[in-house]
């Protein structure tokens, strides 16, 4: 038997076993066994590519953010030491206790990692910054961050430099630049700062997180320990998440790798746009453990720019306290699931005192958007300038009523300029 020929049976065998354990006829030619091998591998490479072009894209408008110091005049920087964190900078959130296995050998969100299979990330830790009075400023926060525009603003946790006497941004080319002009909303975990690039920098492309899906791949960039321009693969797992570090909005839940020094960096789709802000994890040992939280972009880029132009985000409100139309409500109330928010409350005064809203109103739209959530209608509210009058369509005993509401700031939902008469309100025929 000649070299070539044996070279051959083996070529046959090999690929009539690739055709037989991925349920393909063995073909009667091995051009054809490659051919049906190749169409088996096309799916696989054509995500690998995506990945590596999404990562490639986006990449270059990452950041390091290093906080150093600590601030004990700071109002954020008090709050934080009251919350728990991991030691770069990453806040944890345990899980809740029925989300354990149900064995003996359920973790114990309290015990040690096991330090023989943990990494040794002591020599990865930035060393202290010396001051220009000759001090030493400890390393306080780690994170990251990104470019949202080409003049120096960048993005990333309010948690990452909460407190910090100095922030320093370490540019893709190792460059480091002391940022200023930094700020933050504790209620979103957003924080915006500046830097003077003395070179072109590269800005972030947004994304749009409304479109999102659950099942769609999105990648997650930052410095994790220190090592910059990490990247992790995963899916969106889950919208319309609510944990307590975060009291303004709904986060996304992905199970791309988040570990501590991820915080603020982008969560990007498979076109390299940035769809949210890694921000927090699920965690029992302060590690990665499936389960990460990501703020989603439209609901950052407006608190962002709030931060840029006015130092503080301005929310709007009108005064109300709601409940879910849900399983549980809807039957006592004879009314479909999910049309709607529930108004149970309204706050004597409030901006929508003034408007004529009542307790059990069924708010269905607001200011021509549609409501179903109860965060639909704060993302809706909030946004809108305080002091404009919006339309707000309300379900009251079977008939739809249209109301005029003025909004007021969130810090006093009675601050109303002008009363807006409740006869005024419009009735129109009952929806379905």
Do not use: C
Request: no cysteine.
């Amino acid at each position: 038997m000649t070299e070539n020929f044996r070279v051959f049976i083996s070529l046959r065998f090999v690929m009539s076993g690739l055709m037989l354990g991925a349920g393909i006829a063995a073909p009667g030619n091995p051009a054809r066994a490659i051919e049906e091998v190749a169409d088996l591998q096309a799916e696989p490479r054509a995500l690998s590519r995506a990945f590596r072009n999404a990562a490639k894209d986006a990449s270059p408008s990452v950041v390091t953010i290093l906080s150093y110091g600590q601030n004990s005049d700071d109002d954020d920087a008090a709050e934080s030491k009251k919350k728990k964190k991991t030691p770069l900078g990453t806040d944890d959130m345990p899980l809740p206790d029925d989300a354990a296995p149900n064995n003996d050998a359920a973790p114990n969100e309290d015990a040690a990692p096991n330090e023989d299979a943990a990494p040794d990330t002591t020599e990865l830790m930035p060393s202290p910054l010396q001051s220009d009075d000759g001090t030493s400023l400890p390393i306080t926060g780690l994170g990251s961050g990104f470019i949202l525009t080409s003049d120096g603003r960048i993005v990333t946790n309010n948690h990452v430099i909460a407190g910090a006497k100095k922030v320093i941004v370490q540019l893709p080319d190792k460059t480091e630049l002391e940022a200023f002009d930094i700020y933050g909303d504790v209620e979103s975990d957003v924080a915006t700062l500046r830097i003077k690039p003395t070179e072109p920098i590269t800005a972030a492309t947004l994304g749009n997180s409304d479109s999102l899906e659950i099942g769609d791949w999105v990648l997650a960039i930052g410095s994790p320990f220190n090592l910059e321009a990490t990247v992790s693969a995963g899916i969106i797992s889950a919208k319309h998440r609510a944990i307590q570090r975060i009291s303004r909005g709904r986060l996304l839940q992905t199970d791309a790798a988040i570990n501590p020094g991820n915080s603020g960096g982008p969560l990007i789709d498979l076109d390299g746009d940035v769809v949210a802000i890694n921000t927090a994890i699920a965690t029992r040992n302060g590690g990665y453990q499936g389960i990460g939280f990501a703020i989603p972009i439209n609901q950052a880029k407006w608190i962002a720019d709030e931060l840029y132009e006015h130092h503080r985000v301005r929310r709007a409100a009108i005064g109300v306290r709601l409940a879910e139309l849900n399983k549980k409500v809807a039957p006592k109330l004879n009314l479909p699931i999910g049309i709607g928010v529930v108004v149970y409350q309204v706050i004597e005064g409030s901006a929508a005192a003034k408007s004529g809203m009542k307790p059990l109103d069924v708010i269905t739209d607001f200011a021509n958007e549609p409501v179903r959530r109860m965060n639909d209608l704060q993302e809706i509210v909030e946004r809108l300038p305080i002091g404009s009058t919006q339309s707000v369509k309300v379900l009251r005993a079977g008939e739809t009523v249209e109301l005029q509401v003025q909004l007021a700031p969130i810090e006093d939902p009675t601050d109303i300029k002008t009363d807006v008469p409740a006869d005024k309100a419009e009735s129109t025929e009952a929806t379905p």
